[in-house]
């Protein structure tokens, strides 16, 4: 079937040091795709987003890869900070009969060591 | 801007009872909302989306007598567990969505977490 996967469950990084969160998606049809970060106990906060015509997006600390032959996107983050640590989800966005839907990746938990 | 609340942040109630929770734009008026149920250390799995002034559509799997969804105003949602039992226990979180189609961004409410018992 369809879905959003992740490579890696947990990652952990050293403070200062950079982090490379990987997700796999199988629908070659969706055109939007949204990085998510949740910490625990609280709702999803975005974190940076790319359309399917892009391969590259920057935001501040953080990029977006995406690589449509494969099918695989990732999200780097630069000098990691302690909150940085979180549960990290991508997700893509589907159009289906004129409405859109998000799917969610599995979600990696990163965590930051000081 | 862009704010989405929920209320309540977190209930328990006991089998069998109903519970509803609510989702509101505080700033913007949300032509499309969105439930997610998310159990622990498992990812948001969308539960249905609704379009205000009509019916909820569900995804596959999701019981629409049981989860009662109410989309009557622009800047309200309510998702209602009807007969709650132990395995409705989880974390509900609403999203919404200014404008129909005009914007893939979804703002997303804190969470209401329930508790069955």
Not at chain 1, 17 to 34: E, K, L, R, T
Not at chain 1, 85 to 94: D, G, I, L, W
Not at chain 2, 55 to 60: G, H, R, V, W
């Amino acid at each position: 079937g369809e879905s959003v996967g992740l490579h890696l469950p947990t990652l952990s990084v050293q403070e200062g040091d950079n982090s490379i969160i990987n997700c796999a998606y199988s629908n070659s049809a969706s055109d939007y795709f949204i990085w998510y970060k949740q910490e625990s106990g609280k709702g999803p906060q975005f974190i940076i987003d790319i359309r399917s015509n892009m391969d590259k997006r920057q935001g501040q600390r953080v990029t977006v890869l995406l690589n449509k032959t494969v099918k695989h996107l990732s999200l780097q983050i630069a000098a990691t900070q302690p909150g940085d640590s979180a549960v990290y989800f991508c997700a893509e966005n589907k159009k289906r009969f004129g409405n859109e839907k998000l799917t969610f990746g599995t979600g990696t938990r990163l965590t930051i060591i000081p | 801007g862009a704010v989405v609340s929920q209320h309540p942040s977190w209930v328990i109630c006991k089998s069998g009872t109903s519970v509803k929770i609510e989702c509101r734009s505080l700033d913007f008026q949300a032509t499309t909302m969105f439930w997610y149920r998310q159990f622990p250390k498992q990812s948001l799995m969308l539960m249905a989306t609704s379009n205000e002034g009509s019916k909820a559509t569900y995804e596959q799997g999701v019981e629409k007598d049981k989860f009662l969804i109410n989309h009557a105003s622009l800047t309200l949602s309510t998702l209602t567990v009807t007969s709650a039992h132990p395995e409705d226990s989880s974390f509900y979180i609403c999203s919404a969505r200014a404008g129909r189609g005009s914007s893939y961004e979804q703002y997303f409410g804190p969470g209401t977490r329930l508790t069955v018992t």
